[in-house]
């Protein structure tokens, strides 16, 4: 925790948009046990990844501030809003903690790697600082949060006391259920998205166009210890995730045949 | 291989967009030995990630067609273009390997997270594919591709006739330069970004505005088993990547603090 000030100070963002109703109930509940300092897209920014802006200029302006509470609307992208904030927001303060989110919507499994929510914490890992995001498995605007509220406060003083290994973080999803079993640390799931784009005809040159869906189909429904699991029987799942993707079980064996 | 052709099946695409040098030389180099679909974004998309589209209509036209190769111009991004050629373009045709590239700069280290080009193989590895991301540490719109030629060829066949296990790919990069010492087999180093928004003023406001900029500074100069190490010593550095990005090695700890 910072040394010079009583309460943890977080940098909090999300792919939503600072207007979503899950971000600004993370910061209602945060802001009586925290310091922080909201970075967050100027619109929703869902499905994002760890996209960048180095083809045009991002813009940011600031909302609202108030003693422990300021926040930015940034027209870049979640990983954006955090590098913009480490360069040139936080001058030289130090965040506890990154949190993304609370996401609208399951970045659970495979999901992870399109999430913007993720996109934020794996940002906030990259730049070394503890860091963790936070989704519901619901796409509603109107989302029921409530429910969450004190595995929120839990999970970030346990994050900030436990610390975590450099290019790490803890993705949180919790299920769409009014009361949770507990918490489960878990594996991510193996799934795969089938049936993605639908074809539609455009009415005025008959032209196809293409419209993303589709249906996340598990490949290991059997398996007890995944996220996918826990979500499925009303446990929040917690699954540390890292960003040193090296497949180390293949180095040996890459070595002998390349 | 396809039982059903005596050439291998390549799906590829890139994040330049299918006009870039990197992605016709490659295709160039394989459609001699390989039937080729190319679904490429119908222009750059560097930096996109694993980035997908579901807030507006994807569209997609044939750019050309003849035996054994196929190239389609997308307006999405790489990970929309494996998507939509899985959903709707390879009609049940299984490739043999996925192919992202040649990328006009460097995605070694971290730069894998926000590269489109590992998008491309993140997604076909996603989808259940042996998948590959060449990369020339060189950004030129003119970079010369050509020392890669027989590196491409020799990996393409390894590729398939090694496999990948499930939710892996090759990440691989060729330094700039006319002569490779060889190949390695290597980890993902450990870096950070810094500096990485500048600001300037807008004329006619005065308002600031940022461009992403910046350095990659390595967190591990002295690592000798490294992508950058490989790439600063002229070797052509393969990293194996893992797209289950379970931080296993924390599953224990977290369990007894949660």
Redesign the interface.
């Known amino acids: 925790m910072n040394k010079r000030h009583s309460k943890p100070f977080l940098l909090i963002s999300n792919d939503d948009g600072y207007q979503a109703k899950g971000i600004n109930f993370l910061v209602e509940v945060l802001s009586p046990v925290a310091d922080i300092l909201v970075v967050a897209p100027d619109g929703?920014r869902?499905?994002?990844?760890?996209?960048?802006?180095?083809?045009e200029?991002?813009?940011?302006r600031c909302i609202s501030s108030r003693r422990g509470l300021t926040v930015y609307a940034c027209s870049g992208t979640p990983?954006?809003c955090i590098?913009?904030a480490?360069?040139?927001l936080l001058k030289g303060r130090v965040p506890d903690l990154v949190i993304g989110g609370i996401n609208h919507g399951d970045n659970a499994s495979?999901n992870?790697?399109?999430s913007g929510t993720m996109?934020v914490a794996?940002e906030g890992a990259?730049?070394?600082f503890p860091s963790i995001a936070f989704s519901l498995c619901d796409h509603s605007p109107e989302a029921d949060f409530e429910p969450l509220r004190p595995y929120i406060v839990d999970?970030m003083f346990?994050a900030i006391s436990?610390g975590m290994?450099?290019?790490?973080c803890?993705n949180v999803n919790f299920p769409k259920v009014s009361k949770f079993k507990g918490?489960k640390?878990?594996?991510?799931a193996?799934s795969?998205?089938t049936?993605?784009?639908c074809?539609?005809k455009d009415p005025r040159t008959g032209?196809?166009?293409?419209?993303?869906?589709?249906e996340c189909v598990s490949?290991e429904e059997d398996a007890q210890d995944t996220d996918q699991w826990a979500l499925a029987n009303d446990f929040v799942a917690?699954?540390?995730?890292?960003?040193?993707?090296?497949?180390?079980g293949?180095?040996e064996s890459?070595?002998k045949?390349?």
């Open positions: 929703p869902s499905g994002n990844a760890c996209k960048i802006t180095f083809d200029p991002v813009r940011c990983v954006d590098k913009l480490v360069s040139r495979i992870a790697h399109y996109g794996t990259l730049q070394g999970l346990k436990i290994p450099p290019m790490t803890l918490v640390v878990c594996r991510m193996h795969r998205w049936n993605e784009f074809q539609r032209a196809p166009y293409y419209w993303l869906t589709g490949l917690v699954t540390p995730t890292t960003f040193d993707c090296t497949a180390y293949l180095l890459f070595t045949i390349l």
